[in-house]
């Protein structure tokens, strides 16, 4: 029998390519203790989860969107509901979509090389993020509100982006079943939390570029 519960929305990636209704942004705190890992163990899908990013420069006249992609993560279920997992994101395969890149004289895969150097994530030196699932708490509607449609739980977790580590919280749609494990969420965070500057922090060319990144991930995990 199909449970509908809340759980584990992520990172690293980002709206819907398309326009919108801006998701709302992740309560970011301290870094906190990972919850402990109880139940069955769910492995991550790798090939089945999506993860999109979406930001923007010139003043919001020019938005970007991607894709990165999941390397490896595990769940774990008890009771019909996230208890822990983590999850780690290959930098490495972050593209930009063709499509969001209209300028003549430009081309995606210049943004990629540019967003992977040490101006933006230094995958030479971080070539992973990571996501730990710190806490997972039901949603409450009437305590909340959400532009996550069918929001049915809170999920906490440590975001690791370069040598920096946070804790995010934000509302997410999990259904689980004894087989598997799905989720959706999306949410923004701010670079800047994490150290990401362009330049300098007050520099013109830091200030044009978005400090928010829409992060959308549609996951899948299979039970061990």
């Known amino acids: 029998m199909k449970q509908t519960v809340s759980a584990i929305a992520l990172m690293l990636a980002l709206a819907a390519c398309g326009g919108g209704t801006k998701p709302e942004e992740a309560k970011t705190s301290e870094a906190q203790v990972a919850a402990a890992t109880t139940g069955a163990a769910y492995s991550i899908d790798t090939t089945a989860t999506t993860v999109d990013w979406k930001a923007t420069h010139k003043g919001g006249m020019a938005p970007r969107w991607g894709v990165i992609k999941v390397a490896t993560g595990t769940l774990n279920v008890e009771n019909g509901t996230i208890t822990s997992g983590e999850f780690e994101v290959n930098m490495n395969s972050l593209t930009t979509d063709p499509a969001s890149v209209t300028e003549k004289d430009k081309k995606s895969t210049d943004l990629d090389g540019h967003l992977k150097s040490g101006d933006f994530f230094d995958v030479a030196k971080y070539p992973t993020a990571k996501f730990v699932i710190t806490a997972v708490a039901p949603y409450d509607s ?3 509100k959400s532009l996550q449609a069918g929001a049915t739980n809170l999920i906490s977790g440590n975001l690791t982006l370069k040598d920096s580590t946070l804790n995010i919280t934000f509302p997410a749609v999990v ?10 969420a999306k949410f923004v965070i701010d670079r800047t939390a994490w150290g990401i500057h362009y330049k300098t922090e007050g520099s013109p060319e830091n200030w044009v570029i978005s400090k928010d990144i829409e992060i959308g991930f549609k996951l899948k995990a299979v039970k061990k």
């Open 175 to 184: 259904a689980v079943t004894e087989g598997d494990v799905t989720a959706s």
């Open 142 to 144: 009437t305590k909340a």
